[in-house]
């Protein structure tokens, strides 16, 4: 079970608290519950909030993901971390950017939080100096592509979406999430970025949308897909074609399951290393 190894029961005195906790909570995945409110006694903190310093425990729970991924409770969760988080972005950085993550916001729903669209944004911006074409594949309302927009300048950004929503999720994804979520209209995402120069629409399952695009190198690749086999495509497709210096960001990877092992397993016979990110993002630099 995900998270185990990382919570030695170190604390003797405790061991009556822990012996409780796995009694009543070992099912399923109520077991990782149990980690956490017996690590949240365990660390001498103050529960509920100690057990924050280990999220990856609940974080990665299968159930918990299916029950709260993509619906109001995570949408609660993600509205109220952002407040948090553009309360701080306001008080030491640009004010313009804190007001277009504010705005985008507002504008559109969005599984990111305020702190991974500033990423999104500053990424792209720096990556926009380097020659070359910029992409993302998961668009969803497109909250992150005009994020993009806006620092693009110029450039060419060719966006990937069924816009029917996820295709079908295989064992690697775990029982997260379903088929079809996050349809949205392509229209509406159309009009969205509407006075934006220089931005392709491709519906379709990617890569099958790439059919017919000729071939170009890329400064910039956003990837927000969820699922393994789309990861794993997407860095197939665009890794040989990345600029020297080109930068593939990737939400999740830190807590689907199905993300992570495709960046591991394409990764691990190539020179680039990934950074993982304090967000649930991570960046591989294109050497
Ligand atoms: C979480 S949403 C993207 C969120 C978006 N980046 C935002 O700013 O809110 C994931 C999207 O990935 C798309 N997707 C996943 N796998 C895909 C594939 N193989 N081809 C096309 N679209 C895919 C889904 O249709 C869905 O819209």
Known sequence: MEGQADLPVNNASFLGVSGF???????????????????????????????????????????????????????????????V????LGAHKDREVVRLVKQSRRKRKSLMSAYEMWIVHGYARAQSRLPGA?????????????????????KSLHLFDTFEGLPQRTHADRNVHRTGQYATSVESVREFLDGHPNVHFHKGLFPDSTAGLE???????????????????????????????G??????????????????????????????LPSTQCVVTKR
Request: proline residues 4%; charged residues 20%; aromatic residues 14%.
């Open 247 to 276: 930068v593939i960001l990737s939400h999740d990877y830190s807590i689907l399951a199905g993300v992570r092992k495709a960046f591991d397993e394409f990764l691990a016979d190539k020179p680039e290393g990934l950074v993982d």
């Open 21 to 83: 906790w796995q009694l009543v909570l070992a099912r399923g995945g109520w077991y990782d519950c149990g980690l956490v409110v017996q690590r949240g006694f365990l660390s001498g903190g103050i529960w509920p909030f100690a057990h924050l310093e280990y999220p990856a425990v609940w974080s990665h729970n299968e159930k918990f993901q299916r029950l709260v991924g993509g619906g109001w409770l995570e949408q609660t969760f993600l509205n109220s971390i952002s407040r």
């Open 85 to 88: 988080q553009l309360l701080f």
């Open 134 to 154: 910029m992409a993302e594949v998961g668009v969803y309302q497109g909250v992150s592509a005009r994020l993009i927009c806006e620092v693009k300048g110029d």
């Open 215 to 245: 071939e170009k190198p890329y400064c910039f690749v956003h990837l927000d897909v969820d699922l393994f086999e789309s990861t794993l495509a997407a860095l197939e497709y665009f890794y040989p074609k990345m600029v020297p210096g």
